[in-house]
């Protein structure tokens, strides 16, 4: 009997390395990507190695910003990707509870407003959106193309299908997400992005911050525009 445990044990022994060794590698951070929300532009920024590489057209929620509960606001702040739901499934894929339906959909679907095609489910790191995730808040696919650019969400960030499943496959869980109330031109990544592919945008909003200035200095206690 003691010989038999002992055989136990030793082989016990022999397999919990490898076990522990593929949950390490199964759960690797992704620490190169990062995502930048910006509610003004309802854009999100994919900054790879601290480089912007791709913007993408968004919707953040129709009723606010917020980390409320009940409220269906998209909440602001530092957040990560807790989890990433949809892995080959078509991009019009219909998901009800994070399952999918079997139900496949077109972009501009008429009449139908699920979740489609991958979802990536958001974790607060700040005290302020520490419920995001109980929240069920996500970045994911929606088949209102139609009202990208705008806020039209339930307090998720939507996105097109295709530009859904891409981002999908460029990060990993882990990643970070930072969603910001101002322009993504206020950032660093935001304007060497659009120094490259969008040097007239860079160049209207440098103007609109001197005119702030100039007004601000001419009548103290004006808004920023």
């Known amino acids: 009997m003691i010989r038999r445990i002992l055989q136990s ?21 992704d620490t190169r990507n990062k995502m930048v929300v910006s509610v003004t532009d309802q854009k999100l920024l994919l900054v790879k190695d601290g480089k912007p ?12 910003i ?32 994070r399952r999918p339906t079997g139900e496949v959909l077109r972009p501009n679907a008429p009449g139908r407003d699920p979740i489609v095609g991958r979802i990536m489910w958001l974790h607060g790191l700040e005290a302020q959106n520490s419920n995001t995730f109980k929240r069920c808040v996500y970045i994911h696919g929606t088949p209102e193309e139609w009202r990208l650019g705008t806020p039209a969400s339930y307090g998720c960030i939507r996105m097109g299908q295709k530009d859904v499943v891409d981002l999908y496959d460029r990060i990993g869980e882990g990643a970070e997400v930072r969603v910001m109330r101002g322009s993504l031109l206020e950032t660093w990544e935001g304007q060497e992005f659009a120094k490259k592919h969008s040097p007239q945008m860079l160049q209207d909003y440098a103007n609109r911050q001197i005119q702030t200035q100039q007004l601000q200095v001419s009548n103290p206690g004006v808004a920023k525009l």
Not at 9 to 29: V, W
Not at 73 to 96: C, E, H, N, W
Request: glycine share 12%; net charge positive.
């Open 9 to 29: 044990a030793f082989l016990l022994s022999l397999l919990l390395p490898a076990t522990l060794s593929l949950n390490s590698c199964g759960t690797a951070k």
């Open 53 to 64: 590489v791709k913007s993408y057209t968004i919707s953040t929620s129709k009723f606010g």
């Open 66 to 97: 917020g980390s409320k509960n009940g409220s269906n606001y998209t909440p602001l702040g530092q957040m990560q990707v807790a989890r990433k739901i949809g892995d080959g499934y078509p991009s019009g894929m219909v998901f009800k509870s």
